[in-house]
């Protein structure tokens, strides 16, 4: 008889691979590293925003919170008179354990959050109201009605609830050894953590039982000791933090590593009920910072303490048919629901955001699928009448207290229109975060504006912080700088905390010493990863690879597992032709985070230069497909090594001479370099030209310039580009690198002695040609540098350069030159019919 398939899902809610990796390496955690070793390991990367009760319902359905509906940690009663703690009637989607019910499996679940009031499934639910109990040992804790399913379970169960009084000197020493030094009349510190063991030894007693006493095809169990632990003692964690006293270091320092080791101790437990037959799979919703951004003053908004949370959690599989301790990369909370529906070969619905992750399995086989599990017919174990349900108005003052506690919310107004106004205000602000972190800026907008418009008491300022972060990344910069000084008129505490922001506006408007000198100066302030790494890009905009390179590498010092860090490091390693090593950081950012287009395009490049196409075009194919409206240049680099590659060409050779259908032709170069002169010889030679013919000739120019005008603002609107498609344009050198990439470029650059282009130009605009200024020729020799820069990278872009005199002097052998590089046959005897030696005359 075949064996029966059954997964466990264990959520530890905020546990880091960065506090988990020293206790695996001392042995500290072995329950944990049994599964790795016969399992699949990995990031898991969070949502934004990152909180629990959202990302855990996201787990649960597969869907993101605009579709499921759970938006943060309260809700308004059904009647409207009120507030309460989030419960499932939020929930708008099917769980995995309404759709399992459906398809006759039976599943438990215990303490999820959340799960309140229980759902009426084919199995066993404990609620998240289960074990909350009051740190006030003389007030009862009466477990709430409709938190067990089903009803009759609870008898069995209820006494297996701890309680704060019953945790003992020998629960609390393996955490804090010193516990006697603590001053119990000052500090509180000993009743939040009783509380937070009791509640989850409750948790776990309940989930043991369950294993045991019932037959079970799914179960689900979730614990918030490491994230509440964190937000109660992180600040003790090593290394010891400034400002934190000594003596409280010393006292509390333990706390964390022994919240691990103790899940780790009920996760041993659990691993010997479930049988070897059961995939078993740990995994937290985000990680939390244990360096140098924890946080000791808490902001007083909204969620503040959500700061803390790291992007990365933690993802480990074990079971039959999963490969054996290998690393897996690129999972997120949404992946998790259409990989357990796959394992129980159950199709995927088209409306979930998640992927199967295939790569888990050692035989994994093709997902099946199906439109939505919403629009299916017949009995999911939900709630009849949600809306109307006895439990739902239950308004718990404990769970509230303890969420207040935990900082994730303000203490509700007194007054009840006011506190159901600023919960309203919360819940619609979480789903504009969400249509940020899901880069659908438009609706996060549209929401934002509209909040703004509440009347006090609400607080505002956050709103406007959003709208400044979608200013800048929809490139909207005259729109952020409204937004950032209506946040400085509002609060002038805000302004350290806008250095970022007023770095992008400067950029914008091309002040680039004046960004620089202000992340200069907020490093200073306070050093960290972040602005290290804008910094960094300064850098690479300026061509400053090695200073670019040195801020991206302090950038990592302080957050090794960031995939941007790594991928820009990546990229100004390409340009100082150090691509070994760029293939690395590129493949680090990858394995970070999977779906990242740009980090695979600059693994393509480094690949491409070491001399492997083969896997340089499956990484710009992988980039390709990962961002197919806007990642021109990954197309274009396909081309290129399929050019290579049919040719036999040199694997550094971007000229092949070939015409490229709808291939613009750029004229290019310094002003006064030459470039009338080469669109002269193009015209002649039977190219057709884009222009306006607004500039007209004159002394300077007697055979005129061939100009169109909307190059001057190429850097403002390239959109009209497609016009000069088979046509040939001018287009000065700074302007450059503000061609769309959608297009493929063949660049003629015009070269000549900087002496004569300055004097040229000073001539031109009547100034002294004598006395040539020094800073003109500085800035113009950087610009030569930045065209070489911006030809190596761009794939779409091919260059040769011509020199003045050359055109002048050898215009047969130009002309053979120009016509071979366009990939056109050009009639060369008109083209040395037009020009004219007498012309040149400003000769160094």
């Not at 499932?88 to 309140?116: D, E």
């Not at 001053?183 to 063991?197: H, M, V, Y």
């Not at 306006?692 to 190429?714: F, H, Q, W």
Request: hydrophobic letters at 40%; one cysteine or more; proline letters at 5%.
């Amino acid at each position: 008889m075949k064996k029966k398939n059954k997964v466990l899902l264990i959520g530890w809610d905020a546990a880091d691979w960065k506090i988990i990796g020293p206790l695996l390496a001392k042995g500290q955690m072995p329950a944990l590293k049994k599964l790795i070793d016969r399992g699949v390991y990995g990031n898991m990367a969070t949502m934004n925003p990152p909180y629990s009760p959202m990302l855990w319902s996201t787990v649960a359905t597969g869907k993101t919170p605009d579709k499921h509906g759970v938006l943060g940690f309260l809700e308004i009663m059904p009647d409207l008179k009120g507030i309460q703690p989030v419960t499932v009637h939020s929930r708008k989607s099917r769980a995995l354990w309404n759709i399992f019910h459906n398809q006759g499996l039976k599943s438990n679940l215990i303490g999820w959050w959340p799960s309140f009031p229980a759902e009426p499934i084919n199995g066993i639910v404990v609620s998240d109201k289960f074990q909350k109990v009051n740190k006030d040992i003389r007030k009862k804790s009466p477990i709430p009605k409709g938190s067990v399913n089903p009803a009759d379970y609870l008898k069995e169960i209820q006494d297996l609830r701890m309680f704060p009084q019953e945790v003992t000197e020998a629960h609390i020493l393996p955490f804090i050894p010193k516990a006697d030094k603590i001053n119990t009349e000052e500090s509180k510190s000993l009743i939040t953590f009783c509380k937070i063991l009791a509640e989850n030894v409750s948790v776990h007693c309940a989930a043991t039982h369950a294993m045991q006493h019932s037959e079970w095809d799914f179960m689900a169990v979730y614990y918030d000791a490491i994230d509440h632990f964190c937000h109660a003692f992180m600040k003790f964690y090593p290394p010891k933090l400034k400002p934190i006293p000594t003596e409280l270091f010393e006292i509390y320092k333990d706390v964390i590593s022994g919240a691990y080791r103790f899940q780790d101790m009920m996760l041993e437990r659990m691993i010997d009920l479930a049988g070897e037959d059961t995939t078993i799979i740990v995994m937290s919703d985000h990680g939390y910072e244990s360096g140098n951004k924890r946080i000791l003053e808490m902001p007083k908004y909204q969620a503040a303490p959500a700061l803390e949370h790291r992007q990365f959690g933690i993802f480990v599989a074990a079971g039959p048919n999963i490969k054996q301790n290998e690393k897996t990369f690129g999972l997120g909370l949404i992946d998790v629901a259409p990989t357990l529906l796959h394992m129980f070969d159950l199709p995927v619905g088209r409306d979930m955001d998640g992927k199967v992750a295939l790569d888990i399995f050692k035989t994994p086989k093709p997902p099946k699928y199906i439109e939505s599990w919403e629009s299916v017919e017949g009995d999911f174990g939900e709630h009849s009448n949600a809306g109307n349900n006895e439990n739902s108005t239950l308004n718990d003052q404990e769970a509230l207290e303890q969420l207040i506690e935990l900082g994730y919310i303000d203490r509700p107004d007194e007054n009840i229109e006011t506190a159901i106004l600023k919960t309203k205000c919360d819940l619609k602000h979480n789903l504009a975060k969400v249509y940020m972190g899901k880069k659908d800026y438009e609706m996060s907008k549209s929401i934002l504006l509209e909040l703004i418009k509440e009347k006090d008491p609400i607080d505002i300022i956050p709103y406007y912080m959003d709208l400044l972060t979608i200013s800048l990344a929809l490139e909207e910069y005259d729109k952020a700088e409204i937004y950032l000084n209506e946040l400085r008129t509002r609060d002038k505490k805000f302004e350290i905390k806008t250095y970022f922001s007023e770095a992008k506006i400067l950029l914008s408007k091309n002040k680039v010493k004046e960004a620089l000198a202000l992340l200069v100066k907020a490093k200073n302030n306070k050093p960290n990863g972040e602005v290290w790494f804008q910094i960094g890009k300064i850098y690479t905009r300026l061509n400053r690879f090695q200073d670019a390179k040195d801020a991206f590498e302090h950038a990592l010092k302080y957050e090794i597992d960031n995939a941007r860090y790594h991928q820009a490091l990546a990229y100004v390693l390409i340009r100082i032709d150090d691509y070994e090593e760029a293939a690395e950081h590129a493949l680090t950012a990858i394995e970070l985070i999977k779906y990242f287009p740009e980090a695979h395009y600059t693994l393509g490049e480094a690949l491409e230069k070491l001399g492997d196409l083969d896997n340089a075009k499956k990484a710009y194919e992988t980039a390709a497909a990962l961002k197919p409206k806007t990642h021109y240049r990954a197309e274009k680099a396909i081309e290129n090594i399929k050019e290579k590659t049919d040719h036999a060409l040199e694997f550094n050779d971007k000229t092949n001479n070939k015409y490229f259908e709808d291939q613009i032709v750029i004229v290019s170069g310094l002003p006064r370099s030459g470039t009338s002169l080469m669109m002269q010889m193009l015209q002649s030679g039977g190219l057709d030209i884009l222009t306006d013919s607004n500039r007209k000739a004159d002394i300077s120019n007697p055979k005129g310039y061939l100009e169109y005008n909307p190059v001057m603002a190429l850097h403002k609107d390239n959109s009209w580009l497609g016009k000069a498609q088979n046509k040939a344009l001018k287009v000065v050198a700074p302007l450059l690198k503000f061609l769309d990439t959608k297009y493929r470029y063949k660049v003629i650059f015009m070269t000549r002695d900087l002496n004569e282009v300055v004097k040229s130009q000073q001539k031109m605009i009547g100034r002294d040609t004598e006395t040539l200024p020094v800073k003109l020729f500085q800035t113009y020799e950087n610009h030569l540098k930045q065209v070489e820069s911006w030809k190596s990278k761009e794939p779409g872009v091919e260059l040769i350069y011509i020199d003045y005199k050359d055109a002048l002097n050898e215009t047969q052998s130009v002309a053979e030159k120009v016509s071979l590089f366009i990939g056109k046959a050009m009639n060369e005897e008109a083209m040395l019919g037009c020009v004219d030696k007498t012309l040149y005359r400003n000769k160094a």
